[in-house]
């Protein structure tokens, strides 16, 4: 991930999924009949079981105050972290009414950021309450430590509304909540309608090369997309390679042009409609001979394709790289050539183009590379083509694009471009997948599509690349899918088409500061849960 968008890894950390249901109960019930047993010997089984009740009629408010977002699952999670903190309560202090407060405490605090502090509050309402009537003792002391928690908590959730405020200029609490709702319950539209205060309208295009038999019947497609498939999970452009491949009735090789987080749909609602359309584009006059070139400069090999109408560039990094800047891509195409950024080598360790200024001589010598393999090309003649498609995803590193060949034979080469639907691919497999592929008798460009679907998905990481898993089994369905595509080579004629979206795409500036200050505002989180749990201990010594 670029490192100007670190500042959400420090939150996609905090991701996590409960126990499957069944395990989550075994969880709770063993912990209460903990409980149980150290309560009796103490002479604390009445005010366990008191205790219990309250937590379970707190669990039972917050799911009422919040239904879609506290699910029984998440109810029952809570449930299980006053038991689990009810043991050391009862061993401590012989009560359990201070682990219903650290619960309870926690409930105000999820809810106060996936609904609103004032809804939040109930809960706090409901605690002092039950507290006066179920364990009086406690009340004063109960009622000082919630008043000074509330206090402290709303405190600091307007420091993050206002930090976010003057950073973006939308309520910091209102993109928390979009977030999280998003994330625990699939809401995305406050979520994408903070996206698209964050956005400017711009017009980008995808560019379909369709290529067609003797009898004019589309083989398969190459289509390069100048909208880049984030920002994360089905958000955005996110999910647009797999709509576009599983839309076409023909194989087709979704490409990512060079592009950045601020080329994203700022909604995913146009998604389906901009699949369908590009599968259905019709194109120009067709040609049925190309010129093939090939050349490496310095951390980028190229191999274009010329058929007279349209240029292809495939930009394929030597050393692990994140996204080529957008800058490539428009300086290329007043030249008449359409770029793709292969988007295939990521490591710990990587080159990060923030611009095409910002590396003058890589940018500069990559382009008369793709000079010199234009005029110079290694191969002409008529054209043959073979698609193929592989309908596999592990749910992890491939998305449901699956992996997608293209063989094009020219003047005697065989051209195999492989597009895998992922986000990158590890910089210690991408040279065995070329070296497997080298073996079949091809030249191979190896491509992922950048999508981001599994960005933050999965706990603890930002997203795996692929060759993460089962990488025998990834080469496996590369080769064979390169070999389908072999098979399958026939005369063929190109013809093109530019399918062009007038829309709000997200502004990357913004969403770096955005980043930025999300770091600090997952701090901030932390500490109010942290403090919590400090406040139940307080209110237990006091």
Not at 217 to 230: D, Q
């Amino acid at each position: 991930m670029d490192e100007g968008y670190s500042g959400f890894r420090s939150g996609y950390r905090y991701i996590f999924s409960l126990p499957r249901g069944k395990m989550l109960a075994l969880l709770a019930t063993a912990l209460n009949l903990l409980c149980a047993v150290i309560s009796l010997p103490l002479g604390a089984a009445s005010s366990f079981a008191k205790g219990a009740a309250a937590a379970a009629l707190l669990v039972l408010a917050s799911k009422l105050v919040e239904p879609r977002v506290i699910t029984w699952k998440r109810a029952a999670g809570f449930y299980a972290l006053f038991s689990l903190a009810a043991i050391p309560a009862l061993a401590a202090t012989g009560e359990a009414f201070y682990a219903v407060l650290f619960m309870d405490l926690l409930c105000f605090l999820f809810l106060a950021a996936t609904s609103s502090p004032a809804r939040a509050s109930t809960l706090l309402i409901l605690y002092t309450a039950l507290a006066y009537f179920i364990a009086p003792q406690l009340f004063s002391k109960s009622l000082l430590s919630v008043t000074a928690y509330l206090a402290v908590s709303l405190a600091v959730l307007a420091v993050i509304d206002r930090r976010v405020r003057r950073s973006v200029d939308i309520s910091g609490l209102k993109i928390l909540r979009g977030f999280l709702r998003y994330i625990l319950s699939g809401e995305r539209e406050e979520l994408e309608e903070c996206f698209t205060r964050m956005s400017k309208e711009r017009s980008l295009g995808l560019h379909v090369v369709n290529f067609l038999d003797t009898e004019g019947r589309v083989l398969g497609k190459l289509v390069v997309s100048e909208i880049h498939p984030g920002p994360m999970r089905d958000l955005g452009s996110s999910s647009l390679p797999s709509k576009v491949v599983n839309s076409c009735s023909a194989p087709t090789l979704f490409l990512k042009a060079p592009s950045t987080h601020s080329e994203n749909l700022a909604s995913s609602s146009e998604v389906e409609r901009i699949a369908r359309e590009v599968c259905s584009i019709p194109c120009g006059d067709p040609s049925n001979y190309a010129k093939v070139g090939a050349g490496t400069a310095g951390k980028f090999d190229v191999v274009v394709i010329d058929a007279g109408r349209i240029a292809l560039a495939f930009i394929d990094p030597l050393v692990p790289m994140e996204d080529l800047p957008r800058e490539v891509f428009e300086t290329l195409r007043e030249a008449g050539v359409i770029a793709v950024d292969t988007h295939s080598m990521i490591g710990e360790e990587y080159l990060l183009l923030d611009s095409a200024e910002t590396y003058s001589h890589e940018i500069s010598s990559l382009y008369e590379s793709i000079r010199d393999a234009l005029e110079k090309p290694i191969a002409e003649g008529p054209i043959r083509a073979g698609f193929h498609r592989v309908n596999y995803s592990d749910g992890r590193s491939v998305a449901p694009g699956g992996i997608s060949c293209a063989v094009l034979e020219v003047g005697g080469l065989r051209l195999a471009v492989v597009s895998v639907d992922g986000n990158n691919m590890a910089a210690d497999f991408k040279p065995v997948l070329l070296s497997r592929l080298k073996a079949i008798g091809v030249l191979p460009v190896v491509a992922t599509t950048d999508s981001h679907l599994y960005t933050g998905a999965i706990s603890g990481v930002d997203y795996y690349t692929v060759g993460s898993f089962d990488r025998e089994l990834l080469l496996e369905l590369c080769s064979k899918c390169v070999e389908e595509a072999l098979s399958n080579a026939r005369s063929a004629a190109l013809c093109y088409a530019c399918y062009t979206i007038k829309s709000r795409y997200l502004d990357a500036s913004a969403l770096k500061r955005l980043s930025l200050v999300t770091r600090s505002n997952v701090r901030d989180g932390v500490a109010l849960a942290l403090l919590a749990l400090l406040t139940a201990v307080l209110t237990a010594l006091l």
